[in-house]
């Protein structure tokens, strides 16, 4: 009888034995798998093949992406899109747009959902991505109304008041930390700051100056203050998933040349001339 219990006893923990193996062989390829996903690279070949390049944006920040309607259609322009058909122009493939939230773009990079991200980003050390060369090199600007030019004239004469800032963006934290006590409101989409600027609920917008730039041609009432913020994070660069060094050379390429030839001013310039018809103008 003690022999056929030990036997038993055997027979079980040979039996858990072998389904905690089979548990962890089924567990480690499951990481593998997942380990490939994530890893796995949009590579200029596979973009050739599947014949277009998916670029991410957020198509609220004129003269960067903004949506425009174009003969009774809502079309997506601006001069990060135009850069965009350049880069699929040279390689050969349409240009597929996705337009998402800011703060979204570069976790769904990462996730594979798109090849390439062009929206106004400035290089960050701590962002995820392969950064791309700048094509557009500019500071930022503290947007303010008009009636309060001789009163905000230095970051710390905002001490104590709400600074907004797009949601996810450098100038967040920059925002944030400009002076004591302020308090950063962070939205998702930058026109939406724009309107608690004009109905004084914030005192400040902190933004890429281009952009600010952008908004006064329509609106009188918002004027750029004379605050300077120092922070050295002003290049703008196209991003890719991180090793994808291949693609970014395409995408350098590509920078090097509109740099170069001066197409990039003469898109920007018609990105901005564009947008300046789209503004509301209340
Ligand atoms: N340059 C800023 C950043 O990278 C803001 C970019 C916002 N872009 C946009 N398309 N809304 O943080």
Request: net charge negative.
């Amino acid at each position: 009888m003690k022999k056929l219990l030990a036997l038993l006893l055997c027979l079980v923990m040979l039996i858990s034995f072998a389904a905690c193996a089979v548990e962890e062989g089924s567990s480690d390829e499951n990481d593998d798998a997942q380990n490939e996903e994530q890893t796995e690279l949009s590579s200029v070949e596979q973009i050739k093949q599947s014949g277009k390049l998916r670029l991410g944006t957020s198509a609220d920040y004129p003269p960067f992406e903004y949506h425009m309607d174009v003969d009774g259609q809502d079309t997506i322009v601006g001069f990060d899109i135009e850069m965009g058909k350049l880069i699929a122009e040279e390689l050969g493939v349409e240009l597929e747009i996705t337009d998402m939230a800011f703060d979204a773009l570069l976790i769904s990079l990462q996730q594979g959902k798109f090849d390439l991200v062009a929206a106004g980003v400035t290089y960050s050390p701590e962002r995820y991505g392969l950064f791309s060369d700048p094509y557009y090199v500019e500071g930022q600007a503290v947007l303010i109304r008009t009636e309060d030019l001789d009163t905000y004239t230095t970051a710390e004469s905002l001490s104590g008041c709400t600074v907004g800032a797009q949601k996810g963006t450098v100038q967040a934290e920059l925002a944030a930390n400009m002076a004591q006590d302020v308090t950063c409101l962070e939205l998702v989409k930058f026109p939406d700051l724009v309107t608690e600027l004009k109905q004084d609920k914030i005192e400040a917008i902190v933004v890429d100056y281009v952009v600010a730039e952008d908004y006064l041609t329509a609106h009188d009432d918002l004027a750029i203050s004379d605050i300077v913020l120092e922070d050295g994070q002003v290049n703008k660069c196209v991003v890719a998933q991180e090793g994808n060094q291949e693609l970014i050379d395409v995408v350098n390429s590509v920078i090097a040349q509109g740099l170069a030839d001066g197409s990039f001013d003469s898109l920007m310039q018609q990105a901005k001339e564009n947008a300046q018809y789209e503004k509301p103008k209340s």
